[in-house]
């Protein structure tokens, strides 16, 4: 591992990780986050109203806010790599510019899926915008929010729209990355699905089959074991 990192991994529901204050001092920290059971992670702007609580209280599935921006992340237990990382203020890695800040993180994510056999990737360098829905053919803009003709689940669902410093396979989406910051550091809250099947995500949120269809062709998994993937990840954090 590089040094200069401090690496921490805790078992616990999705509540009590988002839940987790940004330190106030100390160095650069990587939190590796495993959850006890299946949540649905809104945004910090997004209203619960966009959920079906009574499908998720019937499947088990807790329904958290996170403090960072974006749109919703189910978590499933062995099937998501949740990983937060700090960097404190006035660290070679801070950059006061929010959108280049993801950048570097972009890239470590990229070397790390070589390692596990994804190449071919790209590091999203502009402002937030759809990813292409190829079943439907078309996507409508990020800013669309719910779906509407076309598409245009960026806004609603994370893995839906490309933002600074995540990672597209082609067309799809294989790395979400969202942040927090205050004076004092910035979290980055990074997830890589082991498989990518938004039906569950479709019903939570009260989309249609069709709508399911289509956003299949959003994101891909990496197929990798989330152990395997958190490995190669911390081994290319630059020292």
């Not at 993180?105 to 790390?112: D, K, P, T």
């Not at 719910?146 to 960026?154: C, E, H, I, M, Q």
Request: hydrophobic share 45%; with cysteine; charged share 20%.
């Amino acid at each position: 591992m590089p040094s200069g990192w401090e690496v921490s991994r805790s078992r616990a529901s999705a509540a009590e990780h988002h839940g987790r204050p940004l330190p106030t001092g100390g160095g650069r920290q990587v939190w590796v986050h495993d959850v006890t059971r299946p949540a649905l992670v809104l945004g910090s702007t997004q209203a619960e109203s966009v959920v079906d609580l009574g499908v998720a209280r019937a499947l088990g599935i807790e329904v958290v806010r996170r403090r960072s921006g974006g749109g919703a992340v189910l978590l499933i237990p062995g099937e998501v790599a949740w990983v937060d990382v700090i960097v404190p203020a006035g660290d070679p890695l801070w950059d006061d510019d929010v959108g280049r800040s993801f950048q570097w993180l972009g890239h470590v994510w990229q070397r790390a899926l070589v390692d596990v056999g994804i190449g071919g990737t790209r590091v999203h360098s502009g402002a937030l915008e759809c990813v292409t829905l190829s079943d439907s053919g078309a996507c409508a803009a990020a800013k669309g929010g719910r779906v509407g003709s076309g598409g245009g689940w960026g806004r609603l669902i994370c893995f839906a729209a490309v933002g600074p410093g995540e990672l597209t396979l082609g067309e799809r989406k294989v790395v979400g990355i969202s942040q927090r910051r205050t004076r004092d550091a910035a979290r980055f809250q990074c997830a890589v699905y082991r498989r990518w099947d938004p039906s569950l995500l479709a019903q939570l949120l009260r989309l249609d089959d069709d709508a399911a269809k289509a956003l299949r062709g959003a994101a891909v998994g990496v197929g990798a074991h989330p152990n395997e993937i958190l490995e190669a990840f911390v081994a290319h954090l630059p020292a």
